[in-house]
């Protein structure tokens, strides 16, 4: 097909502001899927996003329109009744999924900004359109929700005008909800969004977003493939999903990877809708998937170039390598599992490669993986998948962040998991990453939330008004007090109506110290953390008493203990089971009674000084969603 009937497009959001509800009206309005296969959130295929109600993976999917109108045609200066293929990315809306938004952006020419018309301009609304903007997109500013009693329509189109320094006339109007508009803004993403450049133009001209190869490889067959994701299937292998930049793939291709070199045919090639759909061929403008048939880890890695085996070319300006931002280990709860672990994870990495994971072991936990997440929100999800997709009990120990220490003995050495942070008198200074975060909010509510700053040691800049009745506060935070509960906190301060984006900014001096949950006198790593030193009193008494609400009773008497700088500071006692040894007895005399006591006082104690509690995964899964 003419490149000129192609259009790629993403659609980018903050969080529940309506992205699946419109994909599934497009779907339907271009009869993508049929009628009786239609539900809600389509393009969501994982269990988690639609028990949520929120996406965690983009998901490409090609759609087949024929405009009504024929003044497009006209416009385009086209023959009229013709179709379009047009390909949408939906991308997720939550910060901590921001990485998949801009592998997404990568892989098209525009973006639909959408805005909910009753939250109006969000934090996130504003850290996924620089994304855009610097991935050199074309914006298409869209209020969605117009048919709620509680849309502000004029009230967030001023905002979005303000926004972007659009005219209002920019703005479109959709209800995912009912449809309206959204056959209007089909026929705009036409009009507006620049159909992919002509194949190989940009490498023979030495211009265009994806750079140029060689002189000696600007001719003959030249195929440019951008991998924006890949997953694994056990049948088929590593199967990445690309944007066909220049030239032409079709089934039995020999290719290869410009990065790592590996060579491979091309089993089959396809596109999305939105199941995959083999294909003869995928040409220049196309997005769609590839099978390699690759069963190695390792070789397939995102912002990598596919290229003709015969005539590669290099590889084009990739993607910036996602950093983790939280750090949690992860164990078996049955040490015979390990191996299946490591499996699972390896297998994970192939559907999701921002996060990472590498060996590690435990005096109490045994051999487990300590993991690099983009997030909390990143790090429950993976542990759900693993629980949900490979029937596996798990150990997650208190997620952290990564600390620079410098020791007494001069040696400088990064620690990812609290159970290593060294002791105080072994340590010289800590550094840890600080962040800058932006947060909107209605003004009535920005008291709250600076005194709410101030508790997490944030230091705030700039504060202006958004709109007539919000207000956008800049401040700079420790990372830690980030993940504190912060999120959660802000929302309830703010009735729900605050939002929040951040960047991280750089490392600073911290003023930290380890805290040890010990168990009947033995530290149990997985709740060991990386604590303010003017909080470590208050974190260790909530998190004993924690642990002593939701730890069984056991045979024997259990102290719960909180333990930092060398001593406890915090202690709850758990009262042993208790049977009634006497209450067979029947009449005698009275020393009886007190011999039987006597021997079940003796086993206790017996018991006290041998026995070791064997904490539940039930257990460490509710001390780790209380951090969450």
Request: charged share 30%; with cysteine; net charge neutral.
């Amino acid at each position: 097909m003419d490149l000129k009937h192609i259009r790629n497009f993403s659609i980018i959001a903050h969080i529940d502001h309506g992205k699946s509800t419109l994909a599934d009206r497009m779907l339907e309005i271009t009869k993508t899927i049929e009628v009786r296969k239609m539900r809600d959130q389509v393009l969501d295929s994982m269990e988690l996003e639609r028990e949520r109600g929120i996406t965690i993976k983009m998901q490409p999917v090609r759609m087949i329109y024929h405009p009504d109108n024929i003044e497009i045609f006209k416009y385009l200066n086209l023959q009229s009744n013709s179709e379009f293929i047009l390909n949408l990315i939906d991308t997720p809306g939550h910060i901590d999924f921001s990485y998949e938004v801009s592998r997404a952006l990568k892989a098209v020419e525009g973006s639909i900004l959408l805005v909910d018309s009753t939250q109006g301009v969000q934090a996130q609304t504003l850290t996924t359109l620089n994304m855009a903007r610097n991935a050199g997109l074309k914006i298409i500013p869209v209020l969605s929700k117009i048919d709620s009693p509680l849309a502000r329509i004029e009230e967030v189109k001023e905002e979005v005008v303000n926004l972007l320094d659009c005219d209002p006339d920019e703005i479109l109007l959709v209800s995912g909800k009912t449809g309206e508009g959204v056959d209007n803004l089909l026929q705009e993403i036409i009009k507006r969004v620049p159909s992919p450049t002509s194949p190989c133009a940009p490498l023979l001209k030495g211009e265009g977003r994806f750079g140029v190869g060689p002189e000696s490889q600007r001719s003959g067959e030249v195929l440019r493939a951008l991998v924006f994701d890949f997953k694994y299937s056990n049948h088929k292998g590593v199967i990445v999903f690309v944007r066909i930049l220049d030239g032409k793939i079709k089934k039995g291709d020999n290719i290869q990877f410009s990065i790592s070199g590996e060579k491979f045919t091309a089993l089959e090639v396809g596109t999305f809708s939105p199941e995959e759909t083999p294909r003869d061929s995928l040409q220049a403008g196309d997005t769609g998937y590839i099978v390699t048939g690759i069963k190695k880890p390792g070789i397939a890695s995102v912002g990598d170039t596919i290229t003709m085996s015969k005539n590669p070319v290099p590889p084009i300006e990739g993607y910036a390598k996602p950093l983790p931002v939280v750090w949690a280990s992860v164990f078996p709860e049955d040490a015979d599992d390990f191996l299946e672990l490591k499996l699972a994870l390896g297998k994970l990495k192939l559907s999701d490669s921002a996060f990472s994971y590498e060996e590690e072991s435990s005096g109490s936990l045994g051999r487990g993986f300590r993991s690099g997440f983009l997030g909390m929100l990143h790090l429950e999800i993976i542990t759900e998948r693993l629980r949900r997709e490979f029937n596996l009990n798990l150990v997650i120990t208190t997620p952290s962040i990564t600390y620079e220490v410098l020791k007494k003995n001069g040696k400088k050495e990064k620690v990812y998991s609290p159970y290593f942070f060294p002791d105080d008198n072994d340590i010289v200074s800590v550094f840890e990453p600080w962040v800058n975060v932006k947060i909107i909010t209605p003004a009535k509510y920005l008291g709250n939330i600076m005194q709410l700053i101030f508790d997490h040691e944030g230091e705030v800049g700039d504060t202006e008004n958004f709109g007539d009745t919000r207000s956008s506060i800049s401040v700079k935070m420790p990372l830690r007090e980030l993940m504190r509960n912060f999120f959660d906190e802000l929302k309830s301060t703010s009735s729900g109506y605050g939002s929040i984006s951040y960047e991280i900014e750089g490392m600073r001096e911290a003023n930290v110290t380890r805290l040890d949950i010990l168990v009947a006198d033995e530290v149990i790593p997985a709740f060991s953390r990386v604590v303010s030193a003017k909080r470590v009193e208050e974190e260790a008494e909530k998190a004993v008493e924690k642990l002593h609400s939701i730890l069984p009773r056991q045979m024997f008497v259990t102290k719960i203990q909180g333990k930092a700088n060398n001593r406890i500071i915090s202690s709850r006692t758990i009262q042993a089971f208790r049977k009634d040894v006497t209450g067979y007895l029947y009449g005698g005399d009275i020393t009886r009674k007190n011999k039987l006591l006597d021997k079940q006082k003796k086993g206790k104690k017996k018991m006290k000084d041998r026995g070791r509690v064997n904490i539940s995964q039930d257990v460490f899964l509710k001390m780790m969603r209380s951090e969450l």
